[in-house]
């Protein structure tokens, strides 16, 4: 047998990116039985951080198996039935993933867009809210294929007082930055995995509220085969079975439902990841995000390369910088990746071509890196003849941060 051979990495995207080696070493932990209960508890202490990783006292906070769309689908399924109208903001690429699950689950889409790399205001929300009166509002936290960081904060509230329920993809920004969920009642949240936890993609933590679940579970329907009682449902019941919340809430507690077979293992990674980043702190976590993307802007700056986007509202775990004239943007990016081992990213749409994307997610974000990255990628600009560009400065400007700060 050939041995794998994984090359060495910086990954400055804007996921999946590194994982602390001591997540990698609880994935290589013996399988458990799922309903061992050495495992069903490792499932109760996960639910417990995933709380805390929350700020919520929501008992319902558990993954899904899946990528992180797979929390987003999971939460669309099991709320939207067909005819409902949900509203759904988009501010870049992930707006339209919503509006795209809506759709296939037979909701009304209605949106609000604003130029790519602004963000909408919440009171422009909450007025669509009012013209729209959805059931539903989907909305994306952290749009990474432009860098925006979308204020939330007014939305659950308002919500709640129109009978509303909010729905955050908070994929991008959970445990990059302060997501307190009870604090801002919103109904549904979903984080990700490969982001900011720096945990391998695959396992996805969601955390939803009574209010929320009462909503779906006028939904319910178990599976025949393990159903215990001869309930019928309406004819709106459910029509995932694999993203059926009130099915993997019967799982995520004492009744166990044989539903999937877990991914015992990711659990073990989800578990670990959350462990420290806790131990971290929520706070200090998103302090880090905010002191690197500091040090990092101003090197960027002084490479004479252009910020994109709205600067007040900017996401702190991405940088998006706009490709400086002559550069080939892919050529430029592979040349990083197959010289340096450093993977940075392009975007989407109408931005492919226009900026790159650097992320600076979880445990990858350390000065050390920030130094070899910058170093690389200012070096690399230069060798490619782009006007301007000193790395020295670049590279002195980032030192100095570092020593002053
Ligand atoms: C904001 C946001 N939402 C959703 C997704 C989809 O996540 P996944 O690719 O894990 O399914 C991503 C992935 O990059 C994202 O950045």
């Not at 670049?394 to 030192?399: G, M, S, Y």
Request: aromatic letters at 8%; proline letters at 4%.
């Amino acid at each position: 047998m050939s041995e794998l051979k994984i090359p060495k990495r910086l990954i400055m995207t804007p996921g999946p990116v590194s994982v602390d080696p001591r997540v990698s070493q609880a994935m290589s932990n013996s399988i458990l039985g799922q309903f061992d209960p050495d495992f069903t508890s490792i499932m109760d202490e996960t639910m417990t951080l995933i709380r805390k990783s929350f700020l919520t006292k929501n008992q319902w906070s558990f993954p899904i198996d899946g990528t992180s769309r797979a929390g987003l689908e999971s939460v669309i399924s099991s709320i939207v039935e067909p005819g409902d109208r949900v509203l759904v903001p988009i501010i870049g690429r992930f707006g339209h993933l919503f509006a795209e699950l809506v759709q296939r689950v037979g909701g009304i889409v209605h949106t609000i867009e604003c130029p790519l790399g602004e963000v909408l205001p919440q009171e422009e929300i909450i007025k669509a809210l009012d013209m729209v009166n959805p059931k539903v509002l989907a909305i994306v936290h952290g749009e990474t294929s432009t860098g925006r960081l979308q204020p939330i904060d007014q939305l659950g509230k308002a919500c709640k007082e129109r009978g509303i329920y909010s729905v955050v993809d908070a994929v991008a920004t959970y445990m990059g930055t302060t997501i307190p969920v009870d604090e801002w009642e919103l109904d549904a949240v979903i984080g990700g995995a490969q982001k900011c936890l720096s945990v391998p993609s695959g396992i996805t933590p969601i955390t939803f509220n009574d209010r929320f679940s009462e909503a779906i579970n006028t939904r319910k329907r178990v599976e025949e085969g393990i159903r215990t009682d001869e309930k019928t449902e309406r004819e709106t019941f459910i029509k995932s079975n694999y993203f059926d919340l009130t099915q993997l809430q019967d799982y995520w507690s004492p009744k166990r439902l044989n539903h999937h077979t877990e991914s015992t293992v990711m659990v073990y990674a989800l578990n670990t990841g959350l462990k420290i980043a806790l131990d971290e702190g929520v706070e200090q976590r998103s302090a880090r995000h905010e002191y690197h993307h500091k040090g990092l802007k101003k090197a960027l700056e002084a490479l004479g390369l252009k910020i994109y986007g709205d600067k007040d509202h900017e996401m702190k775990m991405v940088i998006c910088v706009e490709i400086p004239d002559g550069v080939e943007a892919n050529q430029f990016r592979q040349e990083l990746l197959e010289q340096f081992g450093i993977e940075i990213a392009g975007s989407f749409g109408e931005l492919k071509d226009a900026i790159w994307r650097i992320g600076l997610m979880g445990y990858g974000v350390q000065k050390q890196n920030i130094l070899t990255f910058i170093s690389a990628f200012s070096l690399l600009l230069s060798q490619q003849g782009v006007k301007g560009i000193d790395p020295t400065k670049a590279l002195n400007t980032l030192i100095k941060y570092y020593e002053q700060a």
